[in-house]
């Protein structure tokens, strides 16, 4: 077990709805590190979660702050800017509640920041309950991205490789562009220099965002696969598996889709991504019209829904609650 004092690092779990899976995140951490700034942050549950969350705090006798009570549930960034906000280490960890830190992980972490000054975010190797790894590395979202992602057609990938999202599983330490959020260590000079998360990304695109900001400011992003983090994955949103399934997302991840393309490629770029992602979908049609057996990568009616908030980008989001 690793001992660290509290103005090393802080954690902090944004609970929404997940107080079982919370707990068990939180009985990891304390089973392989001690000293460290715990702040659980509960986004408006309202379903018993904070009683459940601090009841176990008091079972299991943790040395915790107890747990933050959102008054409204503003998504992922919102809640994770309350525990930061909260928090005064040097560096902070954001940890879903949907997580299992396995033995070494926060210390591997903190230490390949420590060992690389011009680093500002380390993740670790993300993986599935029975041990297979995770996509967490990936290059930005470009507008060309949306001709690669909606073809689906191996040329067209291989052709546009460099561009293509997924920057693939890596053994050894890695700079991705961007990594996943699920578990990531920020150092506090970072929000010192670009802000915390954009609280109008409501989820989904937040760490991107985040990532490319950091990276234009002169921060760079290294993934250490010798730190692992068991991520089981939805565990307060289905959006990942709706897409995998093709199903129909939410509106609001198309929302922050537009946000995260009009705030970094301008409105010519959003219309770029849109019109890329409609050339990829003809030729997925196309392909499906010669070959029954071929399944587009592309999501019911998401031909419509790219365009959402395309006149005004920068609106602020519907909440769920509104739907």
Request: some cysteine; aromatic content about 12%.
């Amino acid at each position: 077990m690793s001992k660290f004092s509290q103005d090393v690092a802080s954690i902090v779990i944004v609970n929404y709805k997940t107080p079982d899976l919370c707990i068990n995140c939180l009985k990891s951490v304390h089973q392989n590190s001690t000293g460290l700034d715990i702040l659980v942050v509960d986004n408006a549950s309202n379903d018993g979660s904070i009683d459940k969350i601090n009841r176990a705090i008091l079972q299991n006798s943790w040395n915790m702050n107890p747990t933050i009570s959102s008054k409204f549930n503003g998504g992922f960034s919102a809640g994770n800017n309350l525990g930061i906000n909260a928090s005064a280490s040097d560096y902070i960890l954001l940890l879903n509640s949907d997580t299992i830190v396995l033995p070494r992980a926060i210390e591997l972490l903190i230490k390949t920041l420590d060992d690389n000054p011009k680093m500002g975010i380390a993740s670790p190797r993300l993986e599935s309950p029975d041990g297979s790894p995770q996509e967490s590395c990936f290059r930005f979202q470009r507008p060309i991205s949306e001709l690669i992602r909606s073809a689906c057609t191996g040329v067209i990938t291989k052709v546009l490789r460099r561009y293509d999202i997924p920057a693939g599983v890596s053994p050894v330490v890695s700079y991705p562009e961007w990594t996943s959020f699920a578990c990531v260590l920020i150092r506090r000079d970072v929000f010192g220099d670009i802000g915390l998360l954009d609280n109008e990304f409501f989820m989904y695109f937040e760490d991107v965002d985040f990532c490319k900001r950091a990276r234009d400011f002169g921060w760079n992003i290294i993934n250490n696969p010798e730190a692992r983090v068991v991520h089981f994955g939805s565990g307060s949103s289905n959006v990942g598996n709706e897409i995998a399934s093709r199903n129909r997302p939410p509106r609001y991840w198309y929302e922050s889709r537009t946000r995260y393309y009009y705030k970094h490629y301008g409105y010519g770029g959003l219309l770029k991504a849109n019109i890329f992602w409609h050339v990829g979908w003809l030729i997925a049609m196309l392909r499906k019209l010669f070959n029954r057996g071929y399944q587009p990568n592309v999501c019911d009616r998401q031909w419509y829904d790219i365009w959402t908030n395309f006149l005004h980008p920068n609106a602020v989001y519907i909440h769920p609650d509104k739907y």
